[in-house]
C-alpha cells in the first residue's frame, strides 16, 4: 500500500548527545532505547538500524486529533533516531478489514472497501500536511492475509490454537500457549477482562478455553466479506495476529519499538506480544512498549460515541495552520491523557509566530547551544515541554535584541547561519515544523 510524500530532513551539526530514553509499558519505567545496536553519544555510521512498528488506524472515520497526536510522538522517536545517524526502519499498518469498519458502512449504507479508501487517502493527507516521515512500509491486513494464514496455522498445527467447536471456523489462541502473557500491560485479571469487553474481545463468547483467549481468524459469515484461508477454511483474520505478522514478516523476530495510543496497551498489544513470541520462542518481542496518551476535547473524553472528535482535515479546511496543530499537541508530554482547547491551539499559533519572527532575523544568538539541549530534552523520553521552553527562551532574547547592535556580524556565532537558520533547521529536523 502507498504511504505518502516525505517531508525533507535537514542535516544538523553534530553536537554530544545522549541516547534516546523512552518509557517502556512492561518494565514501568524510562531506560535508554538504543535500538539493537551500542549506545552512541555522537553521529554514528554503520550501527545497525532501529525498528520500530506503530499501530495504525482502522480507516471508518478520519483521522482525529488522537490519532494525530499518537503518530507525532512517534515521529519524534524516528526523527530523534535519524538526527543521530540512526538508519531507521518503520512499519505501520492500517486495518482494513474489521469489525468497526463493516459496522460503519453498514449504517451509512457504503460500500466498505470505498470508506476504507477514502479514509485511508484522507488519513495519508493528513499526515503529509502533519510532516510525519513516512513509514518504509504501510501494509493494509487484506494484503497481509497470506501471510497471517500462514501464522494461525503453525499456531494450529502446533496445538497453541484451537477451533471452537460451534461450526462457525473460529480459531482461537490459546493463552495457556503464552505464560508471559500480562507483563507488558501489567495489570490484573478483573481489569484484563473488563477492557477485553470494552475493546473488541468477547470474554463472555462460550466454548473458550479462557475467556481472554483473543480471535485469530474468523470463519465467513453471511453477508460479511471473507478470504480465502487455506487449511482455516474461508473467512478473515483477527486484529492482534494481524500486527504481530506484519512486523514479524517486516521487522524480525524482535522490535525496538512497538507503539500507539494508550488504549492499546491492552488487548491489542499484549495479544500481539504473546503471538509473536510464542511463534518466534524469542521475548520480549518489544524492547519497548511504547504509548501515547488520549486527547480530550475541553474536559471530555474525546469519542466517536460522544460525537465530539476533532478532525485534522476539518481544522485544515477551516484555515487551521497544521504547524500550529503539530506545536499544540507536543506542548504537553506525549504519555499525559490531556485537553485539547481553544487556548491550546491559540497558544500554539502565538508561539508559531514568534519563532517564525525570530526565525527571519538577520542576526541573533548562536542557536548551537540550545540545539544540544534540545537534543538532551528529547533523548529524555521526548520532553516536548522542555524543549518548546528552551525554544522560547532563546526566541525572547532574539527578539529582545536591537538588530542593529549586539551579534549582528559578531564573529561566526553571530551570522544568520548559526543563529536564526540554526533555529530552522533545527525545529524543522527534530519536530517536524517548518517555520
Ligand atoms: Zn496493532
Redesign the pocket.
Known amino acids: 500500500m502507498d504511504s505518502w510524500t516525505a517531508p525533507d530532513l535537514p542535516r544538523l551539526p553534530d553536537t554530544a548527545r545522549p541516547p534516546l530514553a523512552l518509557y517502556d509499558s512492561a518494565r514501568q519505567g524510562v531506560h535508554p532505547a538504543t535500538g539493537s545496536g551500542p549506545a552512541t553519544t555522537t553521529m554514528t555510521t554503520g550501527s545497525p538500524p532501529a525498528t520500530m512498528y506503530v ?1 495504525g488506524i482502522t480507516p471508518y472515520d478520519a483521522t482525529h486529533l488522537g490519532h494525530a497526536a499518537t503518530m507525532i510522538t512517534f515521529d519524534l522517536i524516528n526523527r530523534f533516531w535519524r538526527d543521530a545517524g540512526r538508519p531507521v526502519r518503520y512499519v505501520q ?1 492500517v486495518t482494513d478489514i474489521d469489525d468497526p469498519l463493516l459496522e460503519r458502512a453498514a449504517r451509512d449504507g457504503e460500500d466498505w472497501i470505498v470508506l476504507g479508501m477514502r479514509e485511508t487517502a484522507l488519513f495519508r493527507e493528513d499526515m503529509e500536511a502533519l510532516r510525519i516521515v513516512p513509514p518504509e512500509s504501510y501494509v493494509g491486513a487484506v494484503e497481509s492475509i497470506p501471510d497471517i494464514v500462514a501464522r494461525v496455522g503453525e499456531l494450529l498445527d502446533t496445538g497453541r490454537a484451537y477451533r471452537l467447536a460451534d461450526g462457525t471456523g473460529d480459531v482461537y489462541f490459546d493463552l495457556a500457549a503464552a505464560p508471559r502473557f500480562g507483563y507488558e500491560s501489567n495489570l490484573d485479571r478483573a481489569e484484563m477482562l473488563r477492557l477485553s469487553a470494552d475493546r473488541g474481545g468477547d470474554p463472555d463468547r462460550p466454548g473458550k478455553r479462557d475467556a481472554l483467549d483473543p480471535l485469530l481468524w474468523r470463519g465467513a459469515r453471511d453477508g460479511e466479506p471473507a478470504w480465502d484461508g487455506g487449511p482455516l477454511g474461508p473467512g478473515r483474520p483477527g ?1 492482534h495476529i ?2 504481530a505478522a506484519i512486523a514479524l514478516s517486516l521487522l524480525g523476530d524482535t522490535i525496538d519499538v512497538q507503539g ?1 495510543g494508550n488504549d ?1 496497551l491492552f488487548p ?1 498489544h499484549e495479544c ?1 506480544a504473546a503471538h509473536a513470541e510464542t511463534l518466534t520462542g524469542q521475548a520480549p518481542f518489544a524492547r519497548y512498549y511504547v504509548h501515547a496518551g488520549m486527547i480530550g476535547l475541553h474536559g471530555t473524553k474525546m469519542s466517536k460515541s460522544k460525537g465530539n472528535l476533532v478532525f485534522v482535515s476539518r481544522l485544515r479546511a477551516d484555515g487551521v495552520a497544521s504547524a500550529a496543530v503539530r506545536l499544540a499537541l507536543i506542548a504537553d508530554h506525549y504519555r499525559e491523557n490531556r485537553q485539547w482547547t481553544d487556548d491550546l491551539l491559540k497558544t500554539a499559533e502565538q508561539r508559531l509566530s514568534r519563532w517564525r519572527e525570530a526565525a527571519a532575523l538577520a542576526a541573533a544568538p548562536s542557536f548551537t547551544p540550545v540545539l544540544a539541549e534540545v537534543r538532551v530534552a528529547l533523548a529524555a523520553d521526548l520532553d516536548t515541554p522542555r524543549v518548546l521552553s528552551l525554544i522560547d527562551e532563546w526566541v525572547d532574547a532574539a527578539l529582545a535584541a536591537p538588530s542593529t547592535a549586539g551579534w549582528g556580524g559578531a564573529g561566526p556565532e553571530g551570522t544568520g547561519l548559526e543563529g536564526p537558520a540554526l533555529l530552522r533547521s533545527t525545529v524543522d529536523a527534530l519536530l517536524g515544523l517548518r517555520l
Open positions: 499501530c499498518n486484529w494481524e500486527c500507539g492499546l491489542h500481539s
